[in-house]
């Protein structure tokens, strides 16, 4: 199986700053990486697909990036929505496989 | 609108079944491409990817639970049902149905609000 080792474990940022989540793959996952946003008690959300591109309505803020290996979220102008934990899930290979999460909070 | 959710038994003894429905609405699992599949998450923890199954019937499992899974639709194409057989408290998490959304790529676009299961004696 396809490790996602994702850091840090929990994050706290001040509104406006901008953030950044890693997820390492144990092995090349060859852009095959999505990242989700999980808010208290409800279900996840798409954010990204194929590392770096966009899902419908996500906004402009959030966007990631990497290659091989190594992949990032980023949140750009942090606003208390964004309250959540963050999830990244690999896709190149079965079975599917989800990193440990970021939980983050407004300081 | 596409919309899924999933429905159980909420909780269950050691040793049984566990048998969840996902109901959905907005697309249809007899379309090319599409497809549903089940993922967990115990409480305070990350998701686990567990079973999907495609348009055409195909099922896919983690080789971990292989053993324990059992993944069907309906005719209609509006339902998706997962089977885990020998539940202990290990099992205790929320399930969630999720669609894939095209031909190529596993993630998962659309969820549903998940279901709690607590296996409890």
């Known amino acids: 199986d396809i490790q996602m080792t994702q850091s840090p474990a929990s994050l706290s940022a001040s509104l406006g700053e901008t953030v950044t989540i890693e997820c390492r793959a144990s092995?090349?996952?060859?852009?095959?990486l999505a990242w989700y946003q999980q808010k208290p008690g409800k279900s996840p959300q798409l954010l990204i697909y194929?590392?770096?591109s966009l899902h419908t309505g996500v906004p402009s803020r959030f966007s990631g990036s990497g290659s091989g290996t190594q992949y990032s979220l980023k949140i750009n102008s942090l606003q208390s929505e964004d309250v959540a934990s963050y999830f990244c899930q690999q896709y190149y290979n079965y079975p599917l496989t989800f990193g440990s999460g970021t939980k983050l909070e407004i300081k | 609108q596409v919309t899924l959710k999933e429905s159980g038994p909420g909780m269950l003894q050691p040793s049984k079944t566990l048998s969840l429905t996902c109901s959905f609405s907005g697309f249809s699992l007899s379309t090319s491409g599409m497809v549903v599949s089940w993922i967990r998450q115990p409480s305070g923890k990350s998701l686990e990817w567990l079973a999907a199954i495609d348009w055409d019937g195909d099922k896919y499992y983690n080789p971990s639970l292989k053993s324990r899974l059992t993944v069907s639709k309906d005719t209609s194409n509006t339902q998706v049902f997962l089977k885990i057989t020998s539940v202990d408290t290990a099992d205790t998490a929320t399930y969630y149905c999720?669609?894939?959304?095209?031909?190529?790529?596993?993630?998962?676009?659309?969820w549903g609000p998940g279901t709690m299961v607590t296996v409890s004696s």
């Open positions: 194929n590392a770096n």
């Open positions: 092995e090349d996952i060859y852009n095959g």
């Open positions: 999720a669609r894939r959304p095209n031909w190529v790529y596993w993630y998962f676009d659309f």
